[in-house]
């Protein structure tokens, strides 16, 4: 980075000096680094940490030597510090028996008999009922979800079974990741010039014309390798905005064009806005003629869709849909910024497939102020979530539950993963219903980095109820002590945080690393020793070496890029060379011949492999299978169209609940009502309310939200309450939305589940209707009784 580009971004290049990893000041020592831990997010931004003489962490700063973030960092970040020295981040490998699941009787234990007793679990569960039936289940954040826990269950375990928190439906990712993977051959990331040391000044760098931003609020979620506020800058510099979101979010509010579509139409739409953009000859002729597969049968599809059906179906005006479709088309570039909306629906496959041909037919693939195709991570870092999948045995790699039944589940990085519906019945069964042909029950689980009756599992009492009557031996990797750990684990282990640790991030560009600043607290270990340690213990063929400088210098190795970790200490952040239009050079096959990483070498409007599936070559529409259309009687019960996962700036998903600061800005969980729901129900801004369907309720306070549709709601996940009474499991069913979600109602591809546009209704909490919570109701009542959902095995 030179001084240029410091002095241009009036940055003091006397005190933040790009060029040390380390200086003093006062009586601190100041590290560069950057943070990507637990609490975890979806980025890796630049921090300088004040250490004290002592080896103790005091102050968090933005870096504004760091090209990726300039020096923002978000209130989490900033408040690391609190999270470090927290009363209730773990200290100690704990133990409990079985038996006492639910008490709080654990017993301190050291790292090695905490050791020898996975070893003897695990040597025995290997023995008795296969290697598959210990299952790593991973989370989001920290380096698990790509090189941790697929290490631990591929080479430690020589399980296949590694797999999400009862995700239903890989509904975080998954569903667009496969369908980028099947048309593009890799991912695709809007450009907001993130790959460019220079940024917004580069030369090579294109503002983007407009910006559609499609399922997600990306300036409190920040997803993955994407800061939001980058579209504000890219806003200052002229970029105007198409929002498609049932909330008029902040972004909403400044878009040029903004659709608020009924929760879970979004692939109607998408046709809708695909024909348009045909119809009016928007499209980019040389690159469909040139580089794609499949055109005509893509848009032959989506003209079944209409815009005048798509605007019956999606609550929308015909004209705002057309007219934001030919600002799609004509901008030049147009740069897509989606998100989880897209994935939590049954339709998330054709509506994915229809926004990324949108991309395509507009020509704003790998294009300046476009769409990036991010072919791997920086340096072709061996980092991805199927890196480590050429440890597994030949004899397990056909034993992945879930593929054999949806075989589109099997395809690429994304479909090494067990999935998770296929895993809960399963489990639930014994091991008697499953796809891969004989009695395949699960022992044993490990939960790396996720707290899934909290968070990611939907019917969360069900997977309460299956873990904790069908389970025998689980570990919790962690920082605190989650609801998950204390309803059905016998061991868990306590985790290192970023400034503790050794690392590398890379998910996608640049490269930046992640090194100690501070001492450990108490008895912590980071994810790279203790992966490190537990596979070489467990495989004696373990490629992994046995310390955390060693394996990054491994991974380094195996990459395009001769710098070691202890040279890119030094450097913290490093741009690789960006080259747009990679396909014409042969960057992005992996035989280096032009075109795509694909079945036919080309942009696949419709994957050929789709065939090979069973699955509809063609984008299309399915309405919600609860829905005022698709189930009027229960409509009439439930009136309600239901959004869950509303993000906050304080939390990570179900991280962050334990720290004071972040409680004193979010005490509760929200749901966003409109003012004319709330004046039918007699419910004030801030009141406590029921959310209720036929599977469940929770509740949460009621906040009055300007724009919302009457007939929409949009609930908070993540919810549990660490200043509440551990038996009590934290109270984390009484505010958990995910009592009223549904597991095993999935995509026909097996991707995609309806987290957004379920049925509900709200009424005021009461003294009277408040006697049993649903905690209480879960753990000591057995739940609600309703009709649950089964796949068909």
Known sequence: MTKKYLEGNQYNPDIYRSDLDHWQEGDYTVYRTTQWTAPGCHDGCGILAYVNKEGKLEKIEGDPANGYSRGALCMRCLDIVEAMYSEDRLKYPMKRAYEDRGKDKWERISWDEAFDLIEEKVRYFQETYGSGSIVVQQGTGRNTTFFHSTALCYVGFNSPSDTGGFLSGSSCYGPRASVMALMAGCFIISDMSQALPERFDSPDYVLPECILIWGNSPLVSNPDGFLGHWIVEAMKRGSELVVVDPRLTWLAAKAKY???????????????????????????????????????????????????????????????????????????????????????????????????????????????????????????????????????????????????????????????????????????????????????????????????????????????????????????????????????????LPIAMGPERNSLR????????????????????????????????????????????????????????????????????????????????????????????????????????????????VPYYEEPRESPVSTPELAEQYPLILMTGRRSWEFFHSEHRNLETMREFHPDPIVEIAAELAEEQGIQDGDWVWIENHRGRCRQRAKITPGLNPRYVMAEHGWWFPEEDRERLYGVFDSNINNLTTQSNIGQSGYGAPYNGLLCKIYKCTEANSEVLPTEQVTEKGGWSYERNHLDF
């Not at 030919?326 to 989880?340: D, H, N």
């Open 258 to 492: 903004w659709l608020p579509l009924r929760p879970a139409t979004d692939a109607a739409l998408a046709m809708a806005i695909a024909n348009v953009i045909d119809e009016e000859d928007l499209i980019d002729h040389e690159f469909i003629d040139c580089w794609s597969y499949g055109y005509d049968a893509f848009i032959e599809g989506c003209r079944t869709m209409s815009v005048e059906q798509a605007a019956d179906i999606c609550c929308l005006e015909a004209e705002d849909i057309r007219a934001a479709a030919r600002f799609i088309g004509s901008a030049k570039p147009c740069s897509l910024q989606w998100g989880l909306k897209l994935d939590q629906q049954v339709s998330a496959t054709p509506a994915g497939q229809a926004i990324m041909g949108i991309v395509g037919m507009t020509g704003n693939i790998d294009v300046p102020g476009g769409n990036l195709l991010m072919v791997d991570h920086a340096f072709n870092l061996a980092l991805s979530t199927g890196s480590n999948w050429r440890f597994v045995p030949e004899d397990q790699r056909k034993m992945i539950l879930g593929n054999n039944r949806y075989p589109m589940h099997a395809q690429g990085d994304v479909g090494n993963m067990a999935q998770e519906d296929v895993v809960l019945e399963t489990l639930e069964s014994d091991g008697k219903l499953n796809d891969v042909g004989k009695d395949f029950p699960l022992k044993m689980f490990v939960l790396y980095s996720t707290n899934p009756i909290s968070n990611m599992a939907t019917e969360a009492p069900r997977i309460y109820d299956a873990m904790v009557n069908h389970s025998e031996f689980n570990v919790d990797i962690n920082y605190v002590l989650t609801p998950s750990a204390m309803a059905y684990c016998e061991l868990v």
């Open 506 to 617: 890379a998910w996608w560009w640049p490269l930046r690393v992640i090194r100690k600043a501070s001492d450990r607290y108490y008895e912590c270990k980071t994810d790279e020793e203790l992966v490190a340690e537990l596979c070489n213990r467990l495989n004696p063929d373990s490629p992994i070496p046995n310390n955390d400088i060693d394996w990054m210098n491994q991974i380094l190795s195996e990459s395009n890029t001769d710098l070691t970790f202890e040279e890119l200490t030094k450097e913290v952040i490093v741009w690789p060379d960006w080259h747009y239009k990679k396909y014409e050079t042969g960057e992005v096959r992996y035989d280096g011949q032009p075109g795509f990483n694909t079945y036919t070498g080309r942009f696949e409007f419709t994957p050929v492999l789709f065939q090979q599936f069973n699955l509809p070559l």
